[in-house]
């Protein structure tokens, strides 16, 4: 069993930045694979970046590569996502979660947290 809370969300101005962070509790958080995922209003939950549970290798969503980057602290139980240059359609829930075989896609991830808000000024 893996519980994820998301932080970090909040307003800013387009151009700005934020970093989420993703706590997990549980001691196999290692062995998992890590995935960030959005969803807007009136759309469907979206996938953002994930990292392997070795973070040697990682993949991004088109929308945000060169932006965003993911990244985890296994001694941390923690995974983070760096978001630069943020755009008023980044605005969204962010979602992390935990999945053992961390694809691009929402099914494959079985532990998900509460989401977190980043609404983006324009």
């Known amino acids: 069993q893996v519980r994820l809370v998301e932080s970090g969300g909040g307003l800013v101005q387009a151009g700005g930045s934020l970093r989420l962070s993703c706590a997990a509790s549980?001691?196999?958080?290692?062995?998992?694979?890590m995935g960030w995922f959005r969803q807007a209003p009136g759309k469907e939950r979206e996938f953002v970046a994930r990292?392997?549970?070795?973070?040697?290798?990682?993949s991004y969503a088109d929308s945000v590569k060169g932006r965003f980057t993911i990244s985890r602290v296994n001694a941390k139980n923690t995974t983070y996502l760096q978001m630069n240059s943020l755009k008023p359609e980044d605005t969204a829930v962010y979602y992390c979660?935990?999945?053992?075989?961390?694809?691009?896609?929402?099914?494959?991830?079985?532990?998900w947290g509460q989401g977190t808000q980043v609404t983006v000024s324009s």
């Open positions: 979660a935990a999945g053992i075989s961390g694809t691009n896609y929402v099914r494959s991830y079985d532990y």
């Open positions: 549980g001691r196999t958080f290692s062995t998992y694979a």
């Open positions: 990292i392997s549970w070795t973070g040697t290798s990682t």
